[in-house]
């Protein structure tokens, strides 16, 4: 079945460093890949996508790229801020035939804490 | 626009009760997905509706847990009777028809405690 594995956590950065969260899947077929984000008290929402091998999806500062050569989605971003500061879910979606389609299977999360 | 309501936010019980949770999705959006999160884990697929059908309800315990979603609208979910290691945050999301795999609006989430 679809999975999704994430880089152990938790994260602690200084505020300007650069941030790396590695993300690796195995998934039937060709999956729409995500970022989530859950900030401290509110719901996950997405931060970024790509849909095909090669996007770059970008938002807010943070990027990542589709490779399916090593079936990796890594998110990266130049200098983050105390903002940053939250769990961070990589996810990806199939849609097999019609049936679940939508359907999110996500990793562990990573807790992403940085620091003044 | 508003987001996805989910109601009680909190909510602890003993086990063997009955708990009910309630979700609003975002207007409009056909779709509404139940996610089990346990700590330390991502979200895990409890089961997906599209309007008042069941999509996939292949993870759902059934023997405790069921939900509806009758007028194609909101939607319970209900865990009879709770065990311990129901303990988790039960997210609602929604997406609107026709979206590409994986935009989901969620909600804030219900956190279960079963003592």
């Known amino acids: 079945g679809d999975s999704v594995t994430q880089m152990e956590g938790p994260v602690t950065l200084s505020e300007e460093a650069f941030l790396t969260i590695n993300c690796t899947y195995t998934?039937?077929?060709?999956?729409?890949l995500f970022w989530y984000v859950q900030y401290p008290g509110e719901g996950l929402q997405l931060l970024l996508k790509?849909?095909?091998?090669?996007d770059k999806g970008s938002n807010k500062g943070f990027e990542a790229t589709y490779r399916k050569e090593t079936t990796s989605f890594h998110l990266e971003k130049g200098s983050v801020q105390v903002s940053d500061s939250a769990v961070y879910f990589c996810?990806?979606?199939?849609?097999?035939?019609?049936?679940?389609?939508?359907?999110?299977?996500f990793g562990q999360g990573t807790i992403l804490t940085v620091h003044p | 626009e508003a987001g996805v309501a989910q109601s009680p936010r909190y909510k602890i019980i003993e086990k063997r009760q009955s708990v009910a949770f309630w979700c609003n999705p975002i207007?409009?959006?056909?779709?509404l997905y139940w996610y089990q999160q346990i700590l330390g884990q991502g979200p895990k697929l409890l089961i997906q509706?599209?309007?008042?059908?069941?999509?996939?309800d292949s993870q759902l315990p059934k023997d405790r847990f069921s939900a509806e979603r009758l007028k194609g609208v909101d939607s319970t979910l209900k865990i009879q009777p709770a065990k311990l290691e129901d303990s988790a945050v039960y997210l609602c999301?929604?997406?609107?028809?026709?979206?590409?795999?994986?935009?989901?609006?969620f909600g804030p989430g219900t956190r279960l405690t079963v003592l």
């Open positions: 999301a929604s997406s609107p028809t026709g979206t590409s795999g994986g935009l989901q609006f």
């Open positions: 790509a849909t095909k091998a090669d």
């Open positions: 996810a990806l979606s199939t849609n097999a035939g019609g049936t679940s389609y939508g359907k999110l299977t």
């Open positions: 509706f599209q309007n008042n059908g069941v999509v996939d």
């Open positions: 998934a039937t077929g060709y999956p729409s």
């Open positions: 207007s409009g959006h056909a779709t």
